[in-house]
């Protein structure tokens, strides 16, 4: 059996790309069925995140695994018309392993050593358990991509300071804004982006925190928890007519934000507006940036501060990489040994 893995990510494709190929919740269970119909894919694990989408598979065969694959992220793409072959990575095995590896300790991502992306792994690859029923060697290989994730930010620094994208968008907001005490904000998605930059902005002092969320039960529970206000999802344009800054971050796969109907509410503010759009898809249509008085940043925007903290991380992450091949090379060397004892029972299959 082979681990194959095709794929993209802030690194090879925009973010247009990349909210094409990206699955949303809604879609994760219809595409591991779709999967399953592939008689040669054993297991999988699709993990799709704001700034990547991977798909790791176990198969028979390589060449047809990574065919299939192929076939199979392009039919889910929401512009069939597109060709994306330009901005998809294909790896195999050791190549595979050591890359998932890599993402899992941070040394991928577009902030250099943030969290979130270790516990999107162990979700991705806990929901995908559900569909595979074998133990097979795809489980091996998650399970020690988070045990070497969790061994790289204790012995290195790369974390330190708890870096993220919430933090460099709160960093943003200050440079723009300064002092946040007469700020009122508007934040939308109670995800996991969101609760941070709640409790982020609640933290800096900020005078109105207002949170909305399409389920309301759980906007409230949030309010309460955190001391902020709520706004009702279908009443979002009365909030905008007195927010200084909106900071989205749903999973919905439409946009919540359109240019017809801000240009209604900018007509009815005396005040700029600041949106900041962290969401993949996108939350707000990008053509919102031609109304004046409207200030738009996309997750690509936050650039100039993920180049500073790369800067500062970079010793750090080459010890990352030093414990990385030296895992790499011992998980390897494990399963080879276990490959032979299986070989001489007649039950080798992996590698």
């Not at 999988?44 to 076939?71: F, H, P, W």
């Not at 749903?250 to 801000?262: A, G």
Request: include cysteine.
């Amino acid at each position: 059996m082979n681990i194959i893995l095709i794929g993209t990510s802030h690194k090879v494709a925009p973010l247009e790309i990349r909210e094409n190929l990206s699955f949303s919740k809604n879609l994760l269970e219809l595409s591991y069925k779709s999967l399953a119909e592939y008689n040669i894919i054993s297991s999988a694990v699709i993990l799709s995140t704001c700034n990547r989408v991977e798909i790791y598979v176990e198969a028979e065969d390589k060449i047809l695994g990574r065919a299939y694959l192929k076939q199979f992220i392009e039919g889910f793409n929401k512009k069939k018309q597109q060709d994306f072959s330009d901005y998809l990575y294909s790896l195999e095995n050791e190549s595979a392993i050591r890359h998932l590896f890599k993402v899992a300790s941070g040394l991928d991502s577009q902030v250099l050593g943030e969290n979130q992306i270790l516990g999107q792994i162990r979700q991705a690859y806990i929901y995908s358990k559900a569909f595979w029923k074998t133990h097979s060697a795809l489980s091996r290989v998650f399970n020690k991509a988070i045990e070497i994730g969790k061994k790289i930010r204790r012995d290195t620094k790369i974390s330190e300071g708890n870096i993220s994208i919430a933090t460099l968008a709160i960093k943003l907001l200050e440079e723009k804004f300064g002092r946040f005490v007469n700020l009122s904000v508007l934040v939308i998605g109670t995800g996991e982006i969101g609760k941070l930059l709640l409790t982020y902005l609640k933290q800096k002092g900020v005078n109105t925190v207002i949170i909305a969320n399409r389920t309301y039960d759980k906007a409230l529970s949030l309010a309460g928890e955190l001391n902020c206000k709520i706004a009702r999802f279908d009443r979002l344009a009365e909030e905008l007519f007195d927010v200084d800054v909106v900071i989205c971050s749903t999973s919905s796969p439409h946009l919540i934000l359109k240019e017809v109907d801000l240009r209604k509410v900018m007509s009815g503010r005396k005040n700029p507006l600041f949106i900041l759009d962290l969401a993949v898809p996108r939350d707000v249509e990008e053509s919102v940036r031609l109304i004046s008085d409207v200030i738009l940043y996309n997750i690509d925007d936050l650039g100039y501060a993920i180049e500073e903290n790369i800067k500062r991380r970079k010793e750090e992450a080459i010890l990352a990489e030093r414990i990385i091949d030296k895992e790499v090379r011992n998980f390897l060397k494990i399963l080879w040994e276990k490959n032979t004892l299986l070989s001489v029972q007649g039950q080798a299959s992996w590698l």
